[in-house]
């Protein structure tokens, strides 16, 4: 899909690939409503998983280089004149590490789009290639046990769940909401 980054993460690291796997699997096959909650719970909880993973490591130098720049040592107290600036870097810490959540929230609904999209090909029999052909049976039963219809209704939900992110809505009332909208008798 265009993104070259990702494509060579998901061929070199199996533990994404089956990161991957379990996210765009989870709310494709939710059946009720309880199993919705917790499919969004997960994804949510993935994704803060992987945010931590990446910022984690990284805020911890970026705040021992300030100190070491206010002329500090680790563990040692911060001084009243210097607590606004290492204040000042942790906030900035926090947005960062809240878009990076929201980076991979999105990155997670559009591998879902690409799974409806490949089910609405199916359905329309073009013949198309499928984005995701590893998930082929997935795909086939999706595209069997709903119409174009109900494919398009779930494809404007993860967009309707894709532009509540970005509009700062809390994730997972975002994903809960979307994940219900893609049972099967929503």
Do not use: C, F, W
């Given at each position: 899909q265009s993104h070259i980054g990702l494509a060579r993460a998901l061929a070199r690291n199996p533990e994404m690939r089956e990161r991957?796997?379990?996210?765009?699997?989870?709310?494709?096959?939710?059946?009720?409503?309880?199993?919705?909650?917790?499919a969004a719970?997960?994804?949510?909880?993935?994704a803060k998983a992987q945010t931590e993973a990446q910022t984690q490591e990284r805020d911890?130098?970026?705040?021992?280089a300030l100190l070491r720049q206010l002329g500090m040592v680790e563990g040692e107290r911060i001084t009243p004149q210097l607590r606004s600036q290492v204040r000042q870097l942790e906030e900035e810490q926090k947005r960062r590490a809240?878009?990076?959540?929201q980076d991979v929230l999105d990155r997670a609904l559009v591998d879902l789009l690409a799974i409806y999209r490949d089910v609405l090909m199916v359905q329309l029999g073009t013949g198309a290639d499928l984005?995701?052909?590893?998930?082929?049976?997935?795909?086939?039963?999706?595209?069997?046990?709903?119409s174009p219809r109900q494919t398009m209704e779930r494809i404007d939900a993860i967009e309707l769940a894709r532009h509540r992110l970005v509009a700062n809505v809390q994730p997972?009332?975002?994903?809960?909401a979307m994940a219900v909208s893609l049972r099967p008798q929503a």
């Amino acid at each position: 899909q265009s993104h070259i980054g990702l494509a060579r993460a998901l061929a070199r690291n199996p533990e994404m690939r089956e990161r991957r796997r379990r996210i765009i699997e989870a709310p494709v096959r939710v059946r009720s409503v309880g199993e919705a909650v917790l499919a969004a719970q997960d994804l949510v909880d993935t994704a803060k998983a992987q945010t931590e993973a990446q910022t984690q490591e990284r805020d911890a130098e970026e705040k021992a280089a300030l100190l070491r720049q206010l002329g500090m040592v680790e563990g040692e107290r911060i001084t009243p004149q210097l607590r606004s600036q290492v204040r000042q870097l942790e906030e900035e810490q926090k947005r960062r590490a809240k878009r990076a959540m929201q980076d991979v929230l999105d990155r997670a609904l559009v591998d879902l789009l690409a799974i409806y999209r490949d089910v609405l090909m199916v359905q329309l029999g073009t013949g198309a290639d499928l984005v995701n052909v590893y998930l082929e049976p997935l795909v086939a039963d999706l595209a069997r046990q709903s119409s174009p219809r109900q494919t398009m209704e779930r494809i404007d939900a993860i967009e309707l769940a894709r532009h509540r992110l970005v509009a700062n809505v809390q994730p997972l009332l975002a994903l809960e909401a979307m994940a219900v909208s893609l049972r099967p008798q929503a």
